[in-house]
């Protein structure tokens, strides 16, 4: 029902910045909650942050706060991540995904219906 598309991954170096973009196409994208992950080498996929159909409400993983940025433009299908004073542990590929919910839910797997292929993220001196 629906296709997610990240973009905007890179090496940067640690205290830079990235922003990463999610288009989502497909039927009623504003009705789904989306969510970024990410998945090291050798770690499991974890949650990074969550933003509700309509952009009112958002959630960030611990490590993430204060750091990171989540924001939507339903006009334009697009959700955006910003990540500002990059470290070297947030060297990952990142991937956006549709919960099934309006709401953020939090970041368990098998709540999302759709994820996009991934971009990666490099963080290095």
């Known amino acids: 029902q629906l296709q997610l598309v990240e973009s905007g991954g890179g090496s940067v170096q640690p205290g830079g910045s990235l922003r990463l973009s999610c288009a989502v196409s497909?039927?009623?994208?504003?009705?789904?909650?989306i969510g970024w992950f990410r998945q090291a080498p050798g770690k499991e996929r974890e949650g990074v942050a969550c933003?509700?159909?309509?952009?009112?409400?958002?959630n960030f993983a611990g490590s993430a706060k204060g750091r990171f940025t989540i924001s939507r433009d339903n006009a334009k299908n697009t959700v955006s991540l910003q990540m500002n004073a990059l470290e070297p542990d947030d060297t990952a590929v990142y991937y956006c995904?549709?919960?099934?919910?309006?709401?953020?839910?939090?970041?368990?797997?098998?709540?999302?219906?759709?994820w996009g292929q991934g971009t990666q993220v490099t963080v290095s001196s």
């Open positions: 497909g039927f009623g994208p504003e009705h789904f909650a």
């Open positions: 995904a549709a919960d099934g919910d309006y709401h953020c839910r939090g970041y368990i797997l098998s709540d999302y219906d759709y």
């Open positions: 933003i509700s159909g309509r952009g009112d409400s958002r």
